[in-house]
Structures are given as C-alpha cells and as structure tokens.
C-alpha cells in the first residue's frame, strides 16, 4: 500500500510539519509506503487552472499530481487557520480531481490551542466527499501541536 500525505503547513515557524514526519515515520515502521508531500519544498502557484486542464500546468503540479495519482490512500494535514484549514493545503487541493477520486482520504489537524484544529477536521471532510472521494470515519486532531513532538519529529510523551 503506498499513502501520500499532502501537508499543507507552509508559514515560517510551521510546527505542522513535526506531525506529517512522525506519520510518515509510523507508516513506514508499519511497511506501508509513505509518500510525504510537502507543500513548503513543492510550492504551488494560486491556482488559474487545474493541472489536467492547463495548457502548460507548473512543473511542481505535474510532479504531485503523478505522485497522488500513484497513492492507494491520501492523508491531508493541516493546522487550523481562523477556524479552517490552510490556505497552501485548499489552493493544492483545487489544482487536482481526478488524483482523489474515488480514493480513501484521512484528515490530520493540527492547532497551537486545545481542541485540534477540530474546524478544520470537518472542512476537510466535506471536502472530501466534494470531490467524490471517500472519507476516513476517524480523524486526527492534534491539540497543542508546539508541545507534542520534539525537534527530531519524535512524540513526546507526557508524564
């Protein structure tokens, strides 16, 4: 099974991108095929068109694009932005259909405060189905996402 995760944390001083390391590590840890996408070191340009419909689709657009469509399951994680998801993550997800259709896709928020980025969680899932693609039941919220992995992407524990 091969799992692209699209993580669409981009600001300077980003945490998100902790949680999308310490995924793609258990994934591995698990022999499942991980495949993270990093929208920080892949930037999009905003979107004019979608990569299969533009006459001459940015380089990074078709690259992702050939890496989402190779994916069996796709996680999406964002941090929660003014009770949404991120800006980076919505423009990435406009640029591509076909990629997510019919596909499982899993939510993963992130917040600095307590509740996860819960908002953002529902945003993505209505998305999904939007797109036609299938939804995971269960989501990952991350609350206090500053606190929760160390520097070396590992999970801290709390005592």
């Known amino acids: 099974m091969k799992v692209a995760i699209l993580l669409g944390s981009t600001r300077m001083g980003r945490q998100t991108h902790k949680a999308a390391h310490y995924i793609t590590q258990e994934l591995t840890n698990r022999n499942i095929e991980a495949d ?30 050939n890496r989402l469509d190779r994916a069996d399951a796709i996680l999406w994680i964002s941090p929660e932005y003014h009770g949404s998801i991120s800006g980076g993550l919505k423009n990435a997800i406009d640029y591509f259909w076909s990629e997510f259709q019919k596909k ?5 928020t992130t917040s600095a405060g307590g509740f996860g ?3 953002a969680s529902h945003h993505l899932q209505q998305i999904i189905l939007s797109i036609g693609a299938f939804p995971m039941p269960q989501k990952l919220l991350i609350p206090q996402v ?9 999970l801290k524990m709390k005592r």
């Open 146 to 154: 500053h606190a929760a992995f160390d520097d070396s992407y590992a």
């Open 117 to 119: 980025g819960i908002n």
């Open 36 to 65: 993270l996408i990093d929208l920080a070191k892949n930037p999009l340009p905003v979107l004019k068109e979608r990569v299969g419909h533009h006459p001459d689709p940015p380089e990074n657009g078709v690259k992702i694009s």
């Open 104 to 108: 499982p896709i899993g939510a993963v």
